[in-house]
């Protein structure tokens, strides 16, 4: 089975930018769709990107415009990048990677939005 490592988090200021990556075991192109999602403390897990199989590309309200997705097939990594960072950000960011057959969860890297 496919596995996801996320890595790229870390701490930031407000106005700041990070780049998140997600590297998969296997291609990432079987795959129909991939997610990044985030759970912040004390809230429920929120979805926050996707990039399909076919390159289309949509985003929550609350990061449209700032966070961009995007993906390398070779090596086989989704990108998240976060621009403009706010405090309401920190979260833990995941990436999920979704099948007919299979639905991929790393384990996830935080992010904090704090000066």
């Known amino acids: 089975q496919v596995q996801l490592v996320e890595s790229g988090g870390g701490l930031v200021q407000p106005g700041g930018s990070l780049r998140l990556s997600c590297a998969a075991s296997?291609?990432?192109?079987?795959?129909?769709?991939v997610d990044w999602c985030r759970q912040a403390p004390g809230k429920q897990r929120e979805w926050v990107a996707r990039?399909?199989?076919?390159?289309?590309?949509d985003y929550a309200d609350s990061v449209k415009g700032r966070f961009t997705i995007s993906r390398d097939n070779v090596p086989n990594t989704i990108y998240l990048q976060l621009n403009s960072l706010k405090p309401e950000d920190t979260a833990v960011y995941y990436c999920n990677a979704i099948s007919p057959s299979s639905n991929v969860w790393g384990q996830g890297t935080q992010v904090t939005v704090s000066s």
């Open positions: 990039m399909t199989s076919g390159g289309v590309t």
């Open positions: 296997g291609s990432i192109r079987n795959f129909n769709l």
